[in-house]
Every structure is written in structure tokens, then in C-alpha cells.
């Protein structure tokens, strides 16, 4: 069965960089596209960023944009989020899925806080 | 970029009824929208894709429609374990973009 198993979270100081991964299993990694979405404390979803099957292209919503990198690795069944420059704003629950947006997986907790 | 205006935000409703919630597009998108649920401390599951088509494993009482810019998700007898929030997503273009979310909640 698909399983996507986030990493990488923590608690942060602005102005630093911290990079997320997704270890992906049970399905196709190399044939699907990657999607990051973020969740602050008590809000909604928000989609961050996806990468091409291939890790040719990216894509991002316009607030991250230049901030946010996502790579892969189809040799590794992994998608990466590196984040740099944290704000406050940044804070929340990172999820990564697949193209089929199902299942999702766990979330990882990003604070940011001096 | 596409917005998705979702509404309400949010709602009281008693088990039995009948739930609506719409998304409106800020550009004709298709059928390119997907529906998720979620509840608190949970991860979202995905309800609805292609604005009509139920996900594998997810009740009956689920339905999505619409075209173009307007959509909606129906509960057609909401049940105990429906008591959760609710998204809309368009994956017509990039950036791909979320509707604000609507909270169903116990009258």
C-alpha cells in the first residue's frame, strides 16, 4: 500500500534553513509527480510546491517562491523541501503526497521561534 | 493564479441533514477539483477527485459536481463521523490552490 513517511521537522530559529524529506513506498515514485502542502497552527491547507516525475520541473506558490527548493531523488523513493530564510510565518505541519493526493502522509512540525 | 472561494467557512448542522458546500473558481477550471476531509490531528483524505468521482472506500453519501467555475460537495445525510473541516482543491494549473476550508460542526 502507498505510505509516505515525512522527516526533518523541528523547532527553528528565523533566518536558518532546514530541509524536509518523504520517504515514499508502495506505488511508482519515478513515474509521479511530488506535491508539498503546509498547514499552520489552526488554519488550512495551503499547497506549497510539486516536482515533475523526473525533477525537471517545479513549481510554487508565488509566497515561497525563491525561498523554497523541492528536489528528488527516484533513486531514493524520496522528495526533499528545503526551506530557507525561516519566518515565523513558516510554522506549521508539512505534508508531502503523491499525484493521487491519497494517501497523505503524516505531516512533519515545523516551528519557528528565536 | 486561481483562487477557490469556499463557503461557508463554516457550519452547525444536526446528524440526518443534508450538507453543501460550494468552491467558486476565479477562472473556468473543467472538472480539474478535488474534495478532502479532515479531521483534527489527522491528515487529509481525499473524498472526491475529477469534481464527480468518489474516491475508492468513501460512503455513498459523498457527492461532488460542477463545471467550469462552480462546484459543490454534498453530504446527503450527515452522519456522527462526517463532524470534520472540508477542501476544495483545483489542479487545473499551477499554482495549484486550496478553498479556504469549511468546519462542520454539531448543531
Known amino acids: 500500500q502507498v505510505q509516505l513517511v515525512e522527516s526533518g521537522g523541528g523547532v527553528v530559529q528565523p533566518g536558518t534553513s532546514l530541509r524536509l524529506s518523504c520517504a515514499a513506498s508502495g506505488f511508482t515514485f519515478r513515474s509521479s509527480p511530488m506535491h508539498w502542502v503546509r498547514q499552520a497552527p489552526g488554519k488550512g491547507l495551503e499547497w506549497v510546491a510539486a516536482i515533475s516525475f523526473d525533477g525537471a520541473n517545479q513549481y510554487y506558490t508565488d509566497s515561497v517562491t525563491g525561498r523554497f527548493l523541492i528536489s528528488r531523488d527516484n533513486s531514493k523513493n524520496t522528495v526533499y523541501l528545503r526551506i530557507n530564510t525561516l519566518r515565523p510565518e513558516d510554522t506549521g505541519v508539512y505534508f508531502c503526497?503523491?499525484?493521487?493526493?491519497?494517501?497523505w502522509g503524516q505531516g512533519t512540525l515545523v516551528i519557528v521561534s528565536s | 493564479d486561481i483562487q477557490m472561494t469556499q463557503s461557508p467557512s463554516a457550519m452547525s448542522a444536526s446528524v440526518g441533514d443534508r450538507v453543501t458546500i460550494t468552491c467558486r473558481a476565479s477562472q473556468g477550471i473543467s472538472n480539474h477539483v478535488a474534495w478532502f476531509q479532515q479531521k483534527p490531528g489527522r491528515a487529509p483524505q481525499r473524498l472526491i477527485y475529477?469534481?464527480?468521482a468518489l474516491q475508492t472506500g468513501v460512503p455513498s453519501r459523498f457527492s461532488g459536481g460542477g463545471s467550469g467555475t462552480d462546484f459543490t460537495l454534498t453530504i446527503s445525510s450527515l452522519q456522527p463521523e462526517d463532524f470534520a473541516s472540508y477542501y476544495c482543491l483545483q489542479y487545473s494549473s499551477y499554482p495549484w490552490t486550496f478553498g479556504q476550508g469549511t468546519k462542520v460542526d454539531i448543531k
Open positions: 475529477a469534481s464527480s
Open positions: 503526497a503523491n499525484s493521487a493526493f491519497n494517501p
